[in-house]
Protein backbone atom coordinates (compact mmCIF):
# COMPACT_ATOMS: atom_id res chain seq x y z
CA UNK A 1 0.00 0.00 0.00
CA UNK A 2 3.07 2.70 0.72
CA UNK A 3 4.83 1.47 -2.54
CA UNK A 4 1.77 2.78 -4.17
CA UNK A 5 0.61 6.08 -2.67
CA UNK A 6 4.97 6.97 -2.96
CA UNK A 7 4.08 5.70 -7.21
CA UNK A 8 1.23 8.26 -6.92
CA UNK A 9 2.63 10.63 -5.71
CA UNK A 10 5.95 11.18 -7.66
CA UNK A 11 3.26 10.43 -10.39
CA UNK A 12 1.15 13.99 -9.71
CA UNK A 13 4.65 15.67 -9.31
CA UNK A 14 5.47 14.17 -12.82
CA UNK A 15 2.29 15.64 -14.17
CA UNK A 16 2.20 19.08 -12.97
CA UNK A 17 5.42 19.61 -14.63
CA UNK A 18 4.11 18.18 -17.30
CA UNK A 19 1.01 20.07 -17.15
CA UNK A 20 2.55 23.81 -16.82
CA UNK A 21 2.72 25.48 -20.18
CA UNK A 22 5.88 26.99 -21.09
CA UNK A 23 5.68 30.74 -22.37
CA UNK A 24 9.20 31.16 -23.84
CA UNK A 25 8.61 34.83 -24.24
CA UNK A 26 8.25 35.25 -20.88
CA UNK A 27 11.43 32.38 -20.32
CA UNK A 28 13.85 35.06 -22.76
CA UNK A 29 12.31 38.08 -20.32
CA UNK A 30 13.29 36.06 -16.80
CA UNK A 31 16.80 35.11 -18.17
CA UNK A 32 17.73 38.63 -19.42
CA UNK A 33 15.79 40.39 -16.82
CA UNK A 34 17.21 41.70 -13.90
CA UNK A 35 15.58 38.59 -11.24
CA UNK A 36 17.97 35.89 -12.34
CA UNK A 37 22.02 36.26 -12.57
CA UNK A 38 21.97 32.28 -14.01
CA UNK A 39 23.26 33.83 -17.64
CA UNK A 40 26.66 35.23 -15.37
CA UNK A 41 27.42 30.94 -15.27
CA UNK A 42 25.38 29.15 -17.85
CA UNK A 43 26.06 31.99 -20.77
CA UNK A 44 24.13 34.80 -22.32
CA UNK A 45 21.88 33.07 -24.38
CA UNK A 46 22.64 29.72 -22.83
CA UNK A 47 25.35 28.65 -24.70
CA UNK A 48 27.21 27.47 -21.60
CA UNK A 49 30.24 29.44 -19.57
CA UNK A 50 31.34 27.88 -16.45
CA UNK A 51 28.17 25.90 -15.94
CA UNK A 52 26.54 23.94 -19.01
CA UNK A 53 25.20 24.89 -21.86
CA UNK A 54 21.19 24.59 -21.47
CA UNK A 55 20.41 25.86 -25.19
CA UNK A 56 18.79 23.27 -27.47
CA UNK A 57 19.19 20.72 -24.58
CA UNK A 58 15.49 19.62 -24.96
CA UNK A 59 15.63 19.00 -20.95
CA UNK A 60 12.29 18.18 -19.18
CA UNK A 61 10.84 20.41 -16.89
CA UNK A 62 10.84 18.00 -14.13
CA UNK A 63 14.90 16.88 -15.18
CA UNK A 64 15.18 20.92 -15.17
CA UNK A 65 13.99 21.63 -12.30
CA UNK A 66 15.75 19.05 -10.17
CA UNK A 67 18.99 20.41 -11.42
CA UNK A 68 18.31 23.74 -9.53
CA UNK A 69 16.79 22.64 -7.25
CA UNK A 70 18.93 20.11 -5.90
CA UNK A 71 22.27 20.65 -8.35
CA UNK A 72 24.46 17.90 -8.83
CA UNK A 73 28.36 20.09 -8.35
CA UNK A 74 29.39 23.33 -7.01
CA UNK A 75 26.34 25.12 -8.01
CA UNK A 76 24.18 26.53 -5.26
CA UNK A 77 20.59 25.19 -4.66
CA UNK A 78 18.09 27.63 -5.16
CA UNK A 79 13.82 27.36 -3.45
CA UNK A 80 10.42 28.14 -4.30
CA UNK A 81 10.57 31.56 -3.40
CA UNK A 82 13.15 32.43 -5.84
CA UNK A 83 12.35 30.35 -9.03
CA UNK A 84 8.62 29.06 -9.12
CA UNK A 85 7.70 26.01 -11.11
CA UNK A 86 6.11 27.89 -14.44
CA UNK A 87 9.02 29.54 -14.40
CA UNK A 88 10.95 26.39 -14.92
CA UNK A 89 8.45 25.59 -17.55
CA UNK A 90 9.20 29.21 -19.37
CA UNK A 91 12.82 29.18 -19.31
CA UNK A 92 12.66 25.51 -20.42
CA UNK A 93 10.02 26.89 -23.39
CA UNK A 94 13.32 29.60 -23.81
CA UNK A 95 16.11 27.31 -23.97
CA UNK A 96 14.14 24.69 -26.11
CA UNK A 97 13.80 27.73 -28.66
CA UNK A 98 17.48 27.87 -28.90
CA UNK A 99 20.18 26.08 -31.45
CA UNK A 100 22.11 23.59 -29.48
CA UNK A 101 25.84 24.58 -29.29
CA UNK A 102 28.68 22.64 -30.66
CA UNK A 103 31.27 24.16 -27.88
CA UNK A 104 30.10 25.87 -24.80
CA UNK A 105 31.26 29.13 -24.38
CA UNK A 106 34.00 30.98 -22.21
CA UNK A 107 33.92 31.40 -18.70
CA UNK A 108 32.73 34.97 -17.80
CA UNK A 109 36.09 35.72 -15.99
CA UNK A 110 39.48 33.20 -16.87
CA UNK A 111 41.62 32.83 -13.24
CA UNK A 112 44.60 35.58 -14.35
CA UNK A 113 47.98 34.43 -13.88
CA UNK A 114 49.62 34.05 -10.66
CA UNK A 115 46.54 34.75 -8.70
CA UNK A 116 46.60 34.08 -5.22
CA UNK A 117 44.96 31.35 -3.27
CA UNK A 118 41.35 32.68 -2.47
CA UNK A 119 40.90 34.40 -5.53
CA UNK A 120 41.67 31.36 -7.54
CA UNK A 121 38.82 28.85 -4.54
CA UNK A 122 36.60 32.43 -5.74
CA UNK A 123 36.82 31.73 -9.34
CA UNK A 124 36.69 27.82 -9.83
CA UNK A 125 33.68 27.64 -7.52
CA UNK A 126 31.79 30.35 -9.36
CA UNK A 127 31.40 33.18 -6.46
CA UNK A 128 33.81 35.36 -9.15
CA UNK A 129 31.46 34.76 -12.00
CA UNK A 130 28.78 36.52 -10.67
CA UNK A 131 30.75 38.70 -8.11
CA UNK A 132 33.54 39.63 -10.24
CA UNK A 133 37.43 38.53 -10.02
CA UNK A 134 38.06 41.39 -6.71
CA UNK A 135 34.28 40.30 -5.12
CA UNK A 136 33.33 44.21 -5.28
CA UNK A 137 30.07 42.92 -3.83
CA UNK A 138 30.84 40.85 -1.43
CA UNK A 139 33.57 42.75 0.16
CA UNK A 140 30.94 45.71 0.62
CA UNK A 141 28.82 43.81 2.79
CA UNK A 142 32.20 42.68 4.72
CA UNK A 143 33.16 46.30 4.72
CA UNK A 144 29.81 47.67 6.19
CA UNK A 145 29.25 45.72 9.26
CA UNK A 146 32.75 44.76 9.77
CA UNK A 147 31.84 40.99 8.69
CA UNK A 148 33.58 37.91 10.39
CA UNK A 149 34.06 34.95 9.10
CA UNK A 150 31.14 33.36 11.03
CA UNK A 151 28.68 35.89 9.33
CA UNK A 152 30.35 35.56 6.05
CA UNK A 153 29.49 31.62 6.16
CA UNK A 154 26.22 31.61 7.15
CA UNK A 155 25.64 34.10 4.01
CA UNK A 156 26.79 31.53 1.63
CA UNK A 157 25.83 28.33 3.07
CA UNK A 158 21.85 29.51 4.04
CA UNK A 159 22.44 32.80 2.02
CA UNK A 160 18.41 32.67 1.16
CA UNK A 161 17.35 33.62 4.53
CA UNK A 162 20.63 35.27 5.59
CA UNK A 163 21.09 37.70 2.95
CA UNK A 164 17.41 39.01 4.15
CA UNK A 165 18.10 39.77 7.16
CA UNK A 166 21.69 41.20 6.34
CA UNK A 167 20.25 43.47 4.22
CA UNK A 168 17.55 44.72 6.79
CA UNK A 169 20.13 45.12 9.48
CA UNK A 170 21.90 47.52 6.84
CA UNK A 171 18.04 48.70 6.48
CA UNK A 172 17.79 48.19 2.66
CA UNK A 173 15.23 47.19 0.63
CA UNK A 174 15.87 43.61 -0.84
CA UNK A 175 15.67 43.36 -4.57
CA UNK A 176 13.17 41.35 -7.11
CA UNK A 177 14.22 38.31 -5.29
CA UNK A 178 17.09 36.97 -3.51
CA UNK A 179 19.12 35.68 -6.60
CA UNK A 180 21.82 33.51 -5.23
CA UNK A 181 20.75 30.28 -3.39
CA UNK A 182 22.22 27.98 -0.86
CA UNK A 183 25.82 26.91 -1.42
CA UNK A 184 26.49 23.06 -0.14
CA UNK A 185 28.75 22.50 2.93
CA UNK A 186 29.41 19.06 1.25
CA UNK A 187 30.23 20.86 -1.91
CA UNK A 188 32.11 24.10 -0.63
CA UNK A 189 33.99 23.14 2.25
CA UNK A 190 34.69 25.61 5.03
CA UNK A 191 38.67 25.72 4.40
CA UNK A 192 37.99 26.72 0.57
CA UNK A 193 35.31 29.70 1.97
CA UNK A 194 38.01 30.92 4.87
CA UNK A 195 40.29 31.07 1.96
CA UNK A 196 37.86 33.42 0.13
CA UNK A 197 37.47 35.27 3.02
CA UNK A 198 40.97 35.87 4.20
CA UNK A 199 42.05 37.11 0.60
CA UNK A 200 38.87 39.14 0.17
CA UNK A 201 39.73 40.84 3.30
CA UNK A 202 43.09 41.28 2.62
CA UNK A 203 42.19 42.97 -0.90
CA UNK A 204 40.51 45.29 1.53
CA UNK A 205 37.04 45.63 2.60
CA UNK A 206 34.72 47.85 0.91
CA UNK A 207 33.11 51.11 2.04
CA UNK A 208 28.95 50.92 1.00
CA UNK A 209 28.45 53.38 -1.66
CA UNK A 210 24.81 53.27 -2.62
CA UNK A 211 24.11 55.73 -5.54
CA UNK A 212 20.94 56.37 -7.31
CA UNK A 213 19.56 58.40 -10.05
CA UNK A 214 16.22 59.24 -10.41
CA UNK A 215 13.82 59.30 -13.92
CA UNK A 216 14.15 62.59 -15.48
CA UNK A 217 11.89 64.97 -14.79
CA UNK A 218 10.97 68.33 -17.40
CA UNK A 219 12.43 71.60 -16.64
CA UNK A 220 12.07 74.58 -18.50
CA UNK A 221 15.86 74.05 -20.51
CA UNK A 222 15.77 70.23 -20.34
CA UNK A 223 15.53 67.49 -18.54
CA UNK A 224 16.39 67.40 -14.53
CA UNK A 225 17.87 63.76 -12.90
CA UNK A 226 18.55 63.74 -8.87
CA UNK A 227 21.30 61.61 -7.90
CA UNK A 228 21.61 60.15 -4.29
CA UNK A 229 24.77 59.05 -2.60
CA UNK A 230 24.66 57.30 0.10
CA UNK A 231 27.14 55.07 2.46
CA UNK A 232 24.96 52.27 3.27
CA UNK A 233 27.21 50.85 6.32
CA UNK A 234 26.71 50.78 9.57
CA UNK A 235 27.65 53.52 12.23
CA UNK A 236 30.74 52.09 14.62
CA UNK A 237 31.26 49.47 12.29
CA UNK A 238 32.03 49.93 8.61
CA UNK A 239 34.25 51.83 6.75
CA UNK A 240 34.51 55.69 6.12
CA UNK A 241 35.09 56.36 2.46
CA UNK A 242 37.43 59.57 1.39
CA UNK A 243 38.59 61.23 -1.37
CA UNK A 244 35.91 60.01 -4.07
CA UNK A 245 35.01 61.49 -7.06
CA UNK A 246 31.24 61.48 -8.40
CA UNK A 247 31.47 61.10 -12.24
CA UNK A 248 28.12 61.63 -14.40
CA UNK A 249 28.96 60.19 -18.36
CA UNK A 250 26.25 62.42 -20.45
CA UNK A 251 25.00 60.60 -23.31
CA UNK A 252 26.50 61.81 -26.46
CA UNK A 253 25.20 64.56 -28.49
CA UNK A 254 23.54 65.94 -24.96
CA UNK A 255 24.71 68.98 -23.28
CA UNK A 256 24.89 69.88 -19.52
CA UNK A 257 22.72 72.85 -19.02
CA UNK A 258 22.99 72.83 -15.00
CA UNK A 259 24.28 70.72 -11.92
CA UNK A 260 24.39 71.53 -8.29
CA UNK A 261 25.74 70.13 -5.15
CA UNK A 262 28.68 70.59 -3.22
CA UNK A 263 32.22 69.84 -5.03
CA UNK A 264 31.08 70.22 -8.54
CA UNK A 265 34.32 70.73 -11.14
CA UNK A 266 31.96 70.61 -14.18
CA UNK A 267 32.41 68.99 -17.41
CA UNK A 268 35.21 67.75 -18.98
CA UNK A 269 35.59 64.97 -22.50
CA UNK A 270 36.95 61.38 -20.67
CA UNK A 271 38.75 59.79 -23.57
CA UNK A 272 38.12 56.31 -22.17
CA UNK A 273 34.63 56.90 -21.93
CA UNK A 274 34.65 58.55 -25.49
CA UNK A 275 31.91 60.94 -23.83
CA UNK A 276 31.55 63.89 -21.88
CA UNK A 277 31.86 63.45 -17.93
CA UNK A 278 30.42 65.75 -15.29
CA UNK A 279 32.14 65.33 -11.82
CA UNK A 280 31.82 66.35 -8.18
CA UNK A 281 34.63 65.81 -5.72
CA UNK A 282 33.52 64.58 -1.61
CA UNK A 283 36.02 64.97 0.82
CA UNK A 284 34.62 62.16 2.92
CA UNK A 285 31.31 60.47 3.22
CA UNK A 286 30.68 58.44 6.74
CA UNK A 287 28.59 55.57 7.35
CA UNK A 288 24.66 56.65 6.79
CA UNK A 289 25.75 59.71 5.09
CA UNK A 290 24.11 61.26 2.65
CA UNK A 291 24.93 63.57 -0.59
CA UNK A 292 22.18 64.82 -3.16
CA UNK A 293 23.10 66.56 -6.41
CA UNK A 294 20.99 67.32 -9.84
CA UNK A 295 21.90 67.34 -13.02
CA UNK A 296 20.15 68.87 -15.93
CA UNK A 297 20.58 67.93 -19.38
CA UNK A 298 19.39 69.69 -22.74
CA UNK A 299 17.47 66.13 -23.85
CA UNK A 300 17.07 63.11 -21.77
CA UNK A 301 18.90 60.15 -22.82
CA UNK A 302 17.96 56.53 -24.42
CA UNK A 303 17.70 52.76 -23.63
CA UNK A 304 20.89 52.87 -25.90
CA UNK A 305 22.98 55.58 -24.58
CA UNK A 306 21.39 56.77 -21.02
CA UNK A 307 22.85 58.70 -18.31
CA UNK A 308 24.80 56.19 -16.11
CA UNK A 309 28.68 57.01 -13.90
CA UNK A 310 30.70 55.34 -10.91
CA UNK A 311 31.44 57.10 -8.09
CA UNK A 312 34.94 56.77 -6.93
CA UNK A 313 36.93 56.87 -3.63
CA UNK A 314 40.74 56.01 -2.72
CA UNK A 315 40.07 55.06 0.79
CA UNK A 316 39.61 52.39 1.75
CA UNK A 317 42.17 51.38 -0.43
CA UNK A 318 42.11 48.23 -2.49
CA UNK A 319 45.39 46.83 -3.30
CA UNK A 320 44.55 46.56 -6.87
CA UNK A 321 44.43 50.65 -6.60
CA UNK A 322 44.77 53.27 -7.46
CA UNK A 323 41.29 53.80 -6.69
CA UNK A 324 37.81 51.88 -5.36
CA UNK A 325 34.44 52.57 -7.50
CA UNK A 326 30.99 51.41 -7.11
CA UNK A 327 28.83 52.29 -10.61
CA UNK A 328 25.97 54.56 -10.99
CA UNK A 329 23.13 52.31 -12.70
CA UNK A 330 21.51 54.03 -15.80
CA UNK A 331 18.51 56.45 -14.79
CA UNK A 332 15.05 54.98 -15.16
CA UNK A 333 13.31 55.46 -18.32
Known amino acids: MKSIV ?23 ALWEGPALFCRNCHGTSGEGAFGPDLAGRKLSVAHFAHAVRKPWGIMPGYVESQISDKEFADLVA ?44 PRSHIGAVNMDFGNFRNLVY ?39 FNWARDLGPRAR ?38 RLIVPNGINVVAATGEGYKGVHMDEKEKANV ?18 TLSKAGTAADNLRGQVRWTKPTVKTGPFDQANIAPAPL
Request: with cysteine.
Open 158 to 196: NHVSGQTQHVARLGEKMPIRVRMGNYSPTRMWDYQLEEI
Open 278 to 295: AEWALPRIAPKDKQAYTI
Open 94 to 137: YFDGLPAVKTPGKWRFEVPAGAPRGQLVSLNSGCGQCHGPILNG
Open 209 to 246: IVSRLSAGTAAANGVTYALSVENGALPGLGRTAEDLTI
Open 6 to 28: LALIALASTASFAAAQGDANAGK
